[in-house]
């Protein structure tokens, strides 16, 4: 069964920093694109980052370009989101989503049950 | 970067049939946006139902479809049932592998 496990979630102060964790099984983890999708309270989802199999290309929503970064170890099937100089508006349910086979795209099939992040003083 | 869009809410009778839609501020929405369909109900997780238009996971009731309709992305949803009734996001994929969601649409089976 494909598992996705997000921690890391916690109230932090604006211009404060965190990562977020994800841990995958029941999958090749290093065969699949990864991202990160948010949801502010009460919100729609908004696309976040996503990271190529290997790391190699990744990619990010103009909100969050600059201030986070996504990685990952193949190694630990885990995926990782560093996120700096928060912002009140980055509180959010951050869900990380088991991407496309081997393609550097959007779409996710499978969804863990999301971390919360508030940014708050 | 582009706007995708859908309609707020719409309402279904049980049993009845239902199409929502998806849009793209750059013009007509085709295969090579490879329009995803999620469902959401309240305190759960996003599942995702429909991939690359029409493709349906091994977990995607029967009574749901993907299409192109008129420049859009399409989810029908066919003989609705009240389990049916949560909010529906599509996501489309632009060239800088950058994908939007939709800003959802709240279905109601009544």
């Known amino acids: 069964e494909v598992q996705l496990v997000e921690s890391g979630g916690v109230v932090v102060q604006p211009g404060g920093s965190l990562r977020l964790s994800c841990a995958a099984s029941?999958?090749?983890?290093?065969?699949?694109?990864m991202h990160w999708v948010r949801q502010a309270p009460g919100k729609g989802l908004e696309w976040v980052s996503l990271?190529?199999?290997?790391?190699?290309?990744?990619y990010y929503a103009d909100s969050v370009k600059g201030r986070f970064t996504i990685s990952r170890d193949n190694s630990k099937n885990s995926l990782y989101l560093q996120m700096n100089s928060l912002r009140t508006e980055d509180t959010a349910l951050y869900y990380c989503?088991?991407?496309?086979?081997?393609?550097?795209?959007?779409?996710?099939?499978?969804w863990g049950q999301g971390t919360t992040v508030t940014v708050s003083s | 970067q582009a706007v995708v869009t859908q309609e707020p809410s719409l309402t279904v009778s049980p049993g009845g049939t239902v199409t929502l839609t998806c849009g793209s501020s750059t013009g007509a929405v085709t295969s090579g946006h490879y329009p995803y369909w999620f469902q959401q109900k309240p305190g759960q997780a996003p599942r995702t139902l429909i991939y690359d238009t029409s493709n349906k996971h091994s977990w995607t009731p029967a009574r749901f479809s993907g299409s192109l309709l008129g420049g859009k992305a399409a989810l029908t949803l066919s003989g609705a049932q009240p389990e049916d009734e949560a909010e529906y996001y599509c996501?489309?994929?632009?060239?800088?592998?950058?994908?939007?969601f939709g800003g959802g649409t709240k279905l109601t089976v009544l």
């Open positions: 989503a088991k991407g496309v086979l081997g393609l550097v795209r959007g779409g996710m099939d499978v």
């Open positions: 996501l489309l994929s632009y060239s800088g592998a950058r994908p939007v």
């Open positions: 990271i190529s199999w290997d790391g190699g290309s990744t």
């Open positions: 029941g999958f090749t983890f290093d065969d699949y694109t």
